[in-house]
């Protein structure tokens, strides 16, 4: 069975101070990672996809990476709108099914 | 353009009532989902459509029935809930869901649901 841990729970950082929120993963046969956005009420907004180990991508002050068995979402110079929940989810082979499991967020709050 | 949209918003319920929640995307994917999400957990998938056919349901309960007209609306219908049904419902799309595209998920804004 896929699992997925996202750590820290909660992250709270002063505005201008980088940091970097850890996925780590198991499964048989990685198919891709998903990196989401969700404000408190909506839907998630996709960020990131990641196919392979060392891959990384970047979109403003949000850079992810993967290796064989976790993803950083590294935030360089938070400001207080980057404050949300991230999501990380993995998609595998096993089993025949692709649904996406999605560990339980860590939520971050930037302060002015 | 990767927007799904969801209506209503928000929707209040009675035990007793019929209501509906609409899902539409204009992407071209040929699968869309419905999760469940409540507060501070992730989301909990409940129906998964491929090439409009019914391809997943997690064992959730008959009051909540699924319906994809054609593959850019995807309906959720709503019978008799309980107070405990009361979350953030979300639809998502994406290309495929078999494993021979992209399966990416875009997911809309999410219709919040009050069981009184």
């Known amino acids: 069975e896929d699992q997925v841990t996202q750590s820290p729970e909660a992250l709270r950082l002063q505005e201008g101070e980088s940091s970097s929120l850890n996925c780590s993963y198991t499964v048989s046969g990685l198919r891709g990672l998903f990196w989401y956005r969700q404000d408190p009420g909506k839907g998630p907004e996709f960020l990131f996809t990641l196919y392979s180990a060392g891959e990384e991508k970047e979109k403003e002050r949000l850079k992810a990476t993967l290796t064989k068995k976790e993803s950083f979402l590294h935030i360089t110079a938070p400001k207080p709108e980057d404050s949300a929940t991230y999501l990380c989810?993995?998609?595998?082979?096993?089993?025949?099914?692709?649904?996406?499991?999605f560990g339980r967020g860590t939520s971050l709050i930037v302060h002015p | 353009d990767t927007e799904v949209t969801q209506t209503p918003k928000h929707l209040v319920m009675g035990m007793t009532n019929k209501k509906s929640l609409k899902c539409e995307q204009h992407?071209?994917?040929?699968?869309m989902y419905w999760y469940k999400q409540k507060a501070k957990k992730p989301p909990e998938l409940m129906f998964v459509?491929?090439?409009?056919?019914?391809?997943i349901n997690e064992s959730v309960p008959s009051r909540f029935s699924p319906e994809c007209p054609n593959s850019s609306l995807l309906n959720l219908h709503l019978h008799a809930l309980q107070p405990e049904d009361s979350a953030l419902y979300l639809c998502a799309s994406s290309q495929n869901y078999d494993g021979t595209g992209e399966d990416t998920q875009y997911f809309g804004p999410g219709t919040r649901l009050t069981v009184l």
């Open positions: 992407m071209g994917h040929r699968a």
């Open positions: 459509y491929s090439y409009e056919k019914l391809s």
């Open positions: 989810a993995v998609q595998s082979y096993s089993g025949g099914s692709y649904i996406p499991t």
